[in-house]
């Protein structure tokens, strides 16, 4: 019984000193020993008028005790503390309901995203995003995460595309290491120094400076990239531009001051090898721009009397330019040449011609003649009646000579239906024609920018221009000129700002139409015109649609004219065509080696795929003999003669395995489109 009275006064005890007395309204006396960590919670709770959810794993005991009067935000921040020794965190929901969890769990949790540390400054959860201007992230973040709590919640991310990065942890953790970052963020100098040159080139000082600061990667002492110098060079004003730390910089300055001497003789020469350019289109153009160059020199230094001793030549053979001049203008005239000798861009022109055109006629004619040739003669067709009536009459007279009809009847074009009297014979004549024509061509060439490239398909007709003969005509004589006729395309492109191509284009397509008596007939339709469009879009640069109708009706005077009757006294011929001529074009910007290399390899797949159609199929009549077949893309075009038949065997086998992979891939590619993909 005694026992039992001393544990209930002593669980008295310890409920009395376990609580956190209020002193005031807002004032706290926090003094815990041996508490539970649920109870300490409940309590806190209750003093602050919050509702706290805790995790299962809250477990534990905790001796904390206050000599101090704690206002309400000191209070909070006690229990955060507390916590925070324990391994737990809290977390504040958008209802002010607080969760208590681990901490390691706590940074997937939705904890505030602050901009500063001003409002939180404990051991809350926070999450902030720093941006940084001078240093890169991804070398200062695996600094960081050496200094932040990373088993208790800690996190550090960085994002390289923003250079920003992403601190997760305590209040007072996150925003000390965002002070480390800002002091880290302006550690570096940016100044910068102009130094301007007057008589080395800008370009060539830095190139030299770069090369004597290049470090072999195995050097002990090498320099962090952070440290070295950057060495700009414009051109523009001949200067050098230098930035990074004081000390450096002035160790370059001197170098370049150093450096930019004026050489002892009056004048000095350099070879430049161009990769790009042609030589002596380049002296055309330095030849011109030195002369204002060299009045601009003369005229500032008057009092120096120095003779200019300028020249410019070219060799073709190794395509380079020798120049001779001043420092100044030396500078200036290679600062031209790098400007010049850049390589240019190509361009790949595809045209496609398409022309379609149908005609139809119809023929009708009724003819009268008598064996003594008076008849209605109509020449529509090339025979007339009175050929007919008189072959008929030879063969009533000789039965064995049947030439006569047979050479009129030759000349008959269509249906013809007739009758021979004693005397006389009637021949109706008929005929239809139709004709179609389809044109498809598709032309293509690739020129440099700003470079005319022209493309011709067809033949050369002679023409005859012109006749001379003497007065006793004893040495007559004809002038013949050969005229081109198929289709031609001319194009000069020019690659305008971004992907926009500028072409001038003559396009004409030709052939001969007919003949007459003084000479040939020749159909042409022709496009010339300047368009502009993007890179790999077509475009429609010309289009003629036509359709003619015709009709010719021969007759004879007022017979012809009669009611019904007329027909019979009547040649009618009626024709119509019609023509539709329709031309594409698309130009297709080649700036790199790889894209030139795609479209070639587009264009050689299509002759070997074409080719390959052609050797399955076989040559007809000649079962042993094979198609020309390209070899694949990258392979030697060298054959041994020795090994020619068993290479030979080889390839028939090789084609066979590659048209069975065409046609799966074919396949596949069918099925891929049905289905969308």
Same mark, same amino acid.
Not at 81 to 91: I, K, P, R, S, T
Not at 118 to 147: K, W
């Given at each position: 019984?005694?026992?039992?009275?001393?544990?209930?006064?002593?669980?008295?005890i310890?409920i009395?000193?376990?609580?956190?007395t209020?002193?005031q309204?807002d004032?706290?006396?926090?003094?815990?020993?041996?508490?539970?960590?649920?109870?300490?919670?409940?309590?806190v $709770?209750?003093?602050?008028?919050?509702?706290?959810?805790l995790?299962?794993?809250?477990?534990g005991?905790?001796?904390?005790r206050?000599? &101090?009067v704690l206002?309400k935000k000191?209070?909070?921040q006690f229990?955060?503390n507390v916590?925070?020794?324990y391994? %737990?965190?809290?977390v504040e929901m958008?209802s002010?309901?607080?969760k208590?969890i681990?901490?390691?769990?706590?940074?997937v949790a939705?904890?505030?995203?602050?901009?500063?540390?001003t409002d939180f400054?404990g051991?809350?959860?926070v999450?902030r995003?720093v941006p940084v /201007?001078?240093?890169?992230?991804?070398?200062?973040a695996p600094?960081?995460?050496?200094? *932040?709590?990373s088993a208790g919640?800690g996190?550090?991310?960085?994002?390289d595309?923003?250079n920003?990065i992403m601190?997760t942890?305590r209040?007072?953790?996150?925003?000390?290491?965002?002070k480390?970052?800002q002091r880290v963020?302006?550690?570096?100098?940016q100044e910068?120094?102009?130094v @301007?040159?007057?008589f080395a080139s800008?370009?060539e000082?830095?190139?030299m400076?770069?090369?004597?600061?290049?470090?072999p990667?195995?050097?002990? *002492?090498?320099v962090?990239?952070n440290?070295?110098?950057r060495?700009?060079?414009?051109?523009?004003?001949n200067?050098?531009?230098?930035?990074g730390?004081? @000390?450096i910089?002035?160790?370059?300055?001197?170098?370049i @001051?150093?450096?930019?001497?004026e050489?002892?003789? *009056?004048?000095?020469?350099?070879v430049f090898y161009l990769?790009y350019? !042609?030589?002596?289109e380049?002296?055309? +153009?330095l030849?011109? +721009?030195? !002369?204002g160059?060299e009045?601009?020199?003369?005229?500032?230094?008057?009092?120096?009397n120095?003779n200019?001793?300028?020249?410019?030549?070219?060799h073709?053979g190794?395509?380079?330019?020798i120049?001779?001049?001043?420092?100044a203008?030396?500078s200036?005239?290679?600062s031209?040449i790098?400007?010049l000798?850049?390589?240019r861009a190509q361009?790949?022109?595809?045209? /496609?011609v398409v022309?379609v055109s149908e005609?139809d006629g119809?023929?009708l004619s009724v003819?009268?003649?008598s064996?003594?040739? =008076?008849?209605t003669?109509?020449n529509?067709n090339?025979?007339?009646?009175?050929?007919?009536v008189?072959g008929?009459?030879q063969v009533n007279n &000789? =039965?064995?000579?049947?030439s006569?009809?047979?050479?009129s009847?030759? !000349?008959?074009a269509?249906g013809v239906?007739?009758y021979?009297?004693?005397d006389?014979?009637?021949?109706?004549q008929?005929?239809?024609s139709?004709?179609?024509s389809?044109?498809l061509?598709t032309?293509?060439?690739?020129?440099?920018?700003?470079q005319?490239?022209?493309?011709i398909v067809g033949?050369?007709?002679p023409?005859?221009?012109?006749s001379t003969?003497?007065s006793s005509?004893d040495?007559? %004589?004809q002038?013949?000129?050969?005229r081109e006729?198929?289709?031609?395309?001319?194009?000069?492109?020019?690659?305008?700002?971004?992907d #926009?191509?500028?072409?001038?284009i003559?396009?004409?397509?030709?052939?001969i139409? $007919?003949?007459t #008596?003084?000479?040939?007939i %020749?159909a042409?339709?022709s496009?010339?015109?300047?368009?502009?469009?993007?890179?790999?879009?077509?475009?429609v640069i010309?289009?003629?649609?036509?359709?003619t109708v *015709?009709?010719?009706?021969?007759?004879?005077p007022i017979?012809?004219d009669?009611?019904?009757l007329?027909f019979?006294?009547?040649s009618?011929?009626s024709s119509?065509?019609k023509?539709n001529l329709m031309?594409f074009?698309r130009?297709?910007?080649?700036?790199?080696d790889q894209?030139?290399?795609?479209?070639?390899q587009?264009?050689?797949?299509?002759?070997?795929?074409?080719?390959?159609?052609q050797?399955?199929?076989? /040559?007809?009549?000649?079962p042993?003999s094979?198609?020309?077949l390209?070899p694949?893309w990258g392979?030697?075009v060298?054959?041994?003669?020795?090994?020619?038949?068993?290479i030979k065997?080889?390839d028939?086998?090789a084609?066979?395995?590659?048209?069975?992979?065409?046609?799966a891939e074919?396949?596949?590619?069918e099925e891929n489109?049905?289905?969308?993909v």
């Amino acid at each position: 019984m005694k026992k039992r009275l001393v544990g209930l006064i002593g669980a008295s005890i310890f409920i009395l000193l376990s609580h956190s007395t209020a002193v005031q309204a807002d004032e706290y006396l926090a003094s815990f020993k041996n508490a539970e960590l649920t109870e300490f919670v409940n309590i806190v $709770g209750k003093n602050l008028g919050k509702t706290i959810i805790l995790d299962p794993a809250v477990r534990g005991k905790i001796n904390v005790r206050s000599y &101090d009067v704690l206002n309400k935000k000191q209070y909070y921040q006690f229990f955060l503390n507390v916590l925070e020794v324990y391994g %737990f965190a809290v977390v504040e929901m958008n209802s002010g309901i607080l969760k208590v969890i681990k901490s390691k769990d706590a940074k997937v949790a939705p904890i505030p995203v602050v901009d500063n540390g001003t409002d939180f400054v404990g051991d809350e959860m926070v999450t902030r995003v720093v941006p940084v /201007i001078n240093v890169s992230v991804r070398d200062l973040a695996p600094l960081l995460r050496q200094l *932040n709590d990373s088993a208790g919640g800690g996190n550090v991310v960085h994002y390289d595309p923003s250079n920003v990065i992403m601190i997760t942890g305590r209040a007072a953790v996150v925003n000390r290491l965002v002070k480390i970052i800002q002091r880290v963020d302006k550690a570096g100098d940016q100044e910068v120094d102009i130094v @301007k040159l007057q008589f080395a080139s800008s370009l060539e000082i830095v190139n030299m400076i770069n090369t004597i600061q290049q470090t072999p990667s195995n050097a002990k *002492n090498a320099v962090t990239n952070n440290l070295k110098p950057r060495l700009v060079a414009d051109e523009r004003t001949n200067s050098v531009i230098v930035s990074g730390d004081p @000390k450096i910089r002035a160790r370059i300055i001197k170098l370049i @001051k150093s450096l930019d001497n004026e050489l002892k003789n *009056n004048g000095n020469t350099r070879v430049f090898y161009l990769k790009y350019a !042609k030589a002596q289109e380049v002296v055309d +153009v330095l030849t011109g +721009v030195s !002369k204002g160059l060299e009045e601009s020199s003369n005229s500032k230094s008057k009092a120096n009397n120095k003779n200019s001793n300028l020249s410019i030549e070219a060799h073709e053979g190794t395509n380079s330019v020798i120049i001779s001049a001043q420092p100044a203008l030396m500078s200036s005239l290679s600062s031209i040449i790098r400007q010049l000798d850049i390589r240019r861009a190509q361009v790949l022109v595809e045209a /496609i011609v398409v022309e379609v055109s149908e005609g139809d006629g119809v023929n009708l004619s009724v003819q009268w003649a008598s064996a003594g040739g =008076a008849a209605t003669q109509f020449n529509d067709n090339g025979v007339t009646t009175s050929e007919i009536v008189t072959g008929a009459y030879q063969v009533n007279n &000789d =039965a064995d000579d049947l030439s006569g009809v047979a050479s009129s009847l030759s !000349k008959i074009a269509g249906g013809v239906a007739g009758y021979v009297g004693s005397d006389w014979g009637v021949v109706l004549q008929a005929l239809k024609s139709s004709s179609g024509s389809n044109i498809l061509a598709t032309p293509s060439l690739t020129t440099l920018d700003n470079q005319e490239a022209s493309f011709i398909v067809g033949d050369e007709v002679p023409v005859l221009t012109g006749s001379t003969s003497s007065s006793s005509n004893d040495n007559p %004589f004809q002038t013949i000129e050969r005229r081109e006729i198929g289709i031609k395309l001319k194009v000069t492109p020019q690659i305008n700002e971004g992907d #926009s191509v500028q072409m001038n284009i003559e396009q004409e397509v030709s052939n001969i139409k $007919g003949q007459t #008596s003084v000479d040939v007939i %020749f159909a042409t339709r022709s496009v010339k015109t300047t368009v502009l469009a993007k890179s790999g879009e077509t475009v429609v640069i010309g289009g003629l649609i036509d359709e003619t109708v *015709n009709e010719t009706v021969d007759k004879v005077p007022i017979l012809g004219d009669i009611p019904f009757l007329g027909f019979l006294f009547r040649s009618t011929k009626s024709s119509t065509e019609k023509r539709n001529l329709m031309v594409f074009l698309r130009a297709t910007i080649v700036r790199d080696d790889q894209t030139m290399m795609e479209l070639s390899q587009r264009k050689y797949g299509l002759i070997r795929q074409i080719q390959l159609g052609q050797t399955a199929e076989g /040559i007809n009549l000649m079962p042993n003999s094979e198609a020309p077949l390209l070899p694949k893309w990258g392979e030697p075009v060298e054959v041994d003669p020795h090994s020619f038949r068993k290479i030979k065997e080889k390839d028939q086998e090789a084609v066979k395995e590659e048209l069975n992979e065409q046609k799966a891939e074919d396949v596949v590619a069918e099925e891929n489109k049905v289905n969308g993909v």
